[in-house]
Nanobody, 120 residues
Framework: QVQLVESGGGLVQAGGSLRLSCAAS????????MGWYRQAPGKQRELVAS???????VYADSVKGRFTISRANAKNTVYLQMNSLKPEDTAVYYC??????????????WGQGTQVTVSS
């Protein structure tokens, strides 16, 4: 019913920048929070940043001041601008969205993940 499609991952040198995008599509009535998680090899998935429909944001301490989350509500899209990237930012990045589908209760949907690799 709802699909999240991510784009923008890739390989970048330390200190560089990448911008991730995630577009939600389907029978969407409304979207509350949207966010980004990441999972590095051998580690648990962790929250990177989230943003609610009103614009309030939350960031992991490790990315504060370097990453910026934003969203375009009319496009059902969330972005993650990543600057000053470090090798420890290397991970698969997953977007999620708390979506209310027409005629149902809300639930969380996940994207398929996009690889971000930062070389030293």
């Amino acid at each position: 019913q709802v699909q999240l499609v991510e784009s923008g991952g890739g390989l970048v040198q330390a200190g560089g920048s990448l911008r991730l995008s995630c577009a939600a599509s389907g029978s969407i009535f409304s979207i509350n929070a949207m966010g980004w998680y990441r999972q590095a090899p051998g580690k648990q998935r962790e929250l990177v940043a989230s943003i609610i429909s009103g614009g309030g944001t939350v960031y992991a301490d490790s990315v504060k001041g370097r990453f910026t989350i934003s969203r375009a509500n009319a496009k059902n899209t969330v972005y993650l601008q990543m600057n000053s990237l470090k090798p420890e930012d290397t991970a698969v990045y997953y977007c999620n969205a708390d979506v209310v589908v027409y005629g149902t209760n809300g639930r969380r949907y996940w994207g398929q993940g996009t690889q971000v690799t930062v070389s030293s």
